[in-house]
């Protein structure tokens, strides 16, 4: 039973380069998030799913989409990545809105 | 829009002192609060949930209370070990979003 893992955990990536970063979850949650970590700012919700097949906006949605074509997956992809999206990016997921929230290990990227 | 501060950003005390850490919430109208621990580099691990209907919630020596009227939440560590050292976060959820909105956090430091 791995929980919630993260790929990759560290990633360097130039300006305009684009990556998928992959979160997958076997305690079949029907709800999964990511969130971006910054010194300072606590973490901020990126985009979110309540099951598999929908998507929805969090709190920081540009330059980020997201899919979940499977239920135990959940993408996020950076298009054209900028150095302002070098952050720690987690992943987390719940039973529902009144569960807890377990988190992945996180994937540490840096944007030169 | 639901804001959740941490006081104090950071904390030294020695090994075997109790302790508190604080959490405030500007809107009362949550779900629950979760508590959680992260050390340097890692995830967030899950310490303690607390609904909106419960006061206080205990796990080993970790006691988490609950006020929504006054807007506050309070993690006790008891007994406190070096190997409680690492950052402390609540999440609050709930309010006009239903979103889990994160404290910055409370740097712990136990010292031998």
């Known amino acids: 039973n791995a929980g919630v893992t993260q790929t990759p955990k560290f990633r360097v990536l130039k300006t305009g380069q684009s990556m998928t970063l992959l979160c997958a979850q076997d305690m079949n949650h029907e709800y999964m998030y990511w969130y971006r970590q910054d010194p300072g700012m606590g973490l901020r919700l990126i985009h979110y799913?309540?099951?598999?097949?929908?998507?929805a906006k969090g709190e920081v949605p540009d330059g980020y989409n997201v899919s979940r074509l499977k239920k135990q997956n959940f993408l996020l992809g950076l298009e054209s990545a900028a150095p302002s999206q070098t952050s720690v990016y987690f992943c987390?997921?719940?039973?529902?809105?009144?569960?807890?929230?377990?988190f992945g290990p996180g994937t540490r990227l840096t944007v030169t | 829009k639901q804001e959740v501060t941490q006081i104090p950003a950071a904390l030294s005390v020695p090994e075997g002192e109790n302790l508190v850490l604080n959490c405030s919430f500007t809107d009362s109208a949550i779900y629950n609060l979760q508590w959680f621990r992260q050390d340097p580099g890692k995830g967030l691990t899950s310490l303690l949930l607390i609904q909106s209907s419960q006061r206080e919630q205990t796990s080993g020596r970790l006691n988490a209370s609950l006020d929504k009227s006054s807007g506050r939440s309070t993690l006790y560590i008891a007994a406190s070990q070096p190997g409680d050292s690492a950052t402390y976060l609540c999440?609050?959820?709930?309010?006009?979003?239903?979103?889990?909105?994160f404290g910055t956090g409370t740097l712990l430091a136990v010292q031998p």
């Open positions: 999440a609050a959820r709930g309010g006009a979003t239903n979103k889990l909105i």
């Open positions: 799913s309540v099951g598999e097949g929908t998507t």
């Open positions: 987390a997921t719940t039973r529902d809105a009144y569960y807890e929230q377990y």
